[in-house]
């Protein structure tokens, strides 16, 4: 009887009690939102911008975990976490989908260019088609249009990270312009 009034921390509890622990701590360092927006990770990040947690004993992907925490589903052998949104931090599983290497770069080529362009458009109170002109170099060529060929190299043989890594470059590449880059 006295030993069991001195056990006061459970060392080995249920599994299911574990593993709802788990999750529920995995989901406390995401930035729950609407359904339309991205769902940020607040938690560690990898090299490459994306979120990690450590589960079943190993690191994994926060977006991978936020998918199969949501569906049920695991993610097979070859296949990759992909994100509609093109943000790395995002865990929001409307935004992400189990897919092949080969089948999320051909969905990002399809898509990159009009994202690309909507996401410039907004960040510079212009239009779509103004921003077309820049980046093929026919307007503001100080900024260093036409600058898509590089953009379409970057690309290639890249996966899910790319997307983040893109979303930086019309800002450096406005900066490093020297024009004050303030597009009215
Ligand atoms: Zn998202």
Redesign the pocket.
């Known amino acids: 009887m006295q030993d069991l009034t001195r056990r006061r921390v459970n060392l080995h509890p249920a599994p299911a009690l574990a593993e709802a622990v788990t999750v529920s701590r995995f989901w406390r360092a995401v930035d729950v939102s609407a359904a339309d927006q991205?769902?940020p990770w607040q938690g560690d990040t990898d090299k490459n911008g994306y979120g990690v947690f450590f589960y079943l004993g190993r690191i994994r992907g926060a977006h991978e975990l936020a998918l199969s925490f949501s569906t049920g589903e695991a993610r097979t052998e070859g296949m990759e976490t992909c994100?509609s949104?093109d943000?790395s931090t995002?865990c929001?599983p409307h935004?992400l989908r189990f897919d092949t290497r080969r089948s999320n770069i051909k969905d990002m080529h399809e898509r990159g260019r009009a994202a690309r362009q909507k996401d410039l458009a907004e960040h510079f109170g212009v239009t779509d088609g103004s921003v077309s002109m820049i980046v093929r170099g026919i307007r503001w060529a100080s900024v260093g249009g036409p600058i898509e060929t590089k953009r379409s190299q970057y690309r290639n043989g890249t996966d899910c990270a790319t997307g983040a890594t893109e979303r930086t470059r019309p800002t450096d590449a406005a900066s490093t312009s020297g024009a004050g880059a303030s597009p009215r």
């Open positions: 991205c769902w994100h949104c943000n995002c929001n935004h």
